[in-house]
DNA sequence: CCCTGATTCGC
DNA sequence: GCGAATCAGG
């Protein structure tokens, strides 16, 4: 892929808004958050509105990438929570906070016209999970334990809000039912070769 | 551990 | 100019 100008736009958009370059280059396709980056700084817009993230001294020496010896360690599998299923309509993207001006609520059309669900979730699994939820003990966080199911069930905005707390899955945070919905999809992650 | 952006440098 | 590899902070 290239940067046409189309592209090159929505970065800058992006970029402006506050998007992280690894969303951007999701957005954009065919590029890597890498790329975006380097492009960014290529664009001269580096640093964003001065929000209080990280500042870098700018000048920093370093110098050693000559040789490199090092060990990669293999890549894992990442996989996060999946987005629950269909009920709230709250469910939005919002990374970072931006600028405290623009605050506006969504409009009321379709803000979102195009949205490419991420990954999809299984309808078994999610069957699945709806049964499991009526078994859940409804712990609260402070009863999580390694030994405990840390899906959560509800809305955390009320009262409605709890914790699977079923027995989890060794080496994994979740019961086995949850672990189906949370760890399924994840399909394509960005080659590392070498 | 995951994620961020930043930088370097071979292409 | 491009972006993977790498670095460095959170």
Redesign the pocket.
């Known amino acids: 892929?290239?940067?046409t100008d189309e592209r090159v736009e929505l970065l800058k958009k992006m970029w402006g808004e506050g998007q992280?370059?690894?969303?951007i280059a999701k957005e954009l396709g065919g590029?890597?958050?890498?790329?975006v980056?380097?492009?960014?700084?290529?664009l001269g817009l580096?640093?964003r509105a001065g929000s209080g993230a990280?500042a870098?001294p700018?000048a920093a020496p370093?110098?050693?990438?000559?040789a490199?010896p090092?060990a990669?360690a293999k890549p894992?599998a990442?996989a996060?929570p999946a987005a629950k299923a269909a009920e709230e309509p709250a469910a939005e993207a919002a990374?970072k906070p931006m600028s405290p001006a623009r605050r506006a609520i969504i409009p009321a059309g379709q803000p979102l016209p195009p949205q490419p669900s991420t990954n999809e979730i299984p309808a078994e699994a999610l069957a699945k999970v709806n049964e499991v939820e009526k078994k859940a003990k409804k712990i609260s966080v402070m009863e999580l334990t390694e030994k405990t199911c840390k899906w959560p069930i509800g809305d955390p905005a009320t009262d409605d809000f709890w914790f699977c707390g079923l027995p989890s899955q060794p080496g994994k945070p979740y019961c086995e039912a949850h672990v189906g919905v949370a760890f399924q999809p994840m399909s394509s992650r960005r080659d590392?070769?070498?």
């Open positions: 892929m290239s940067w992280s370059a690894s969303q590029v890597t958050r890498n790329a980056i380097g492009k960014v700084h290529r580096s640093n990280s870098k700018a370093k110098a050693k990438p000559a490199k090092k990669e894992k990442p996060q990374p590392r070769r070498r």
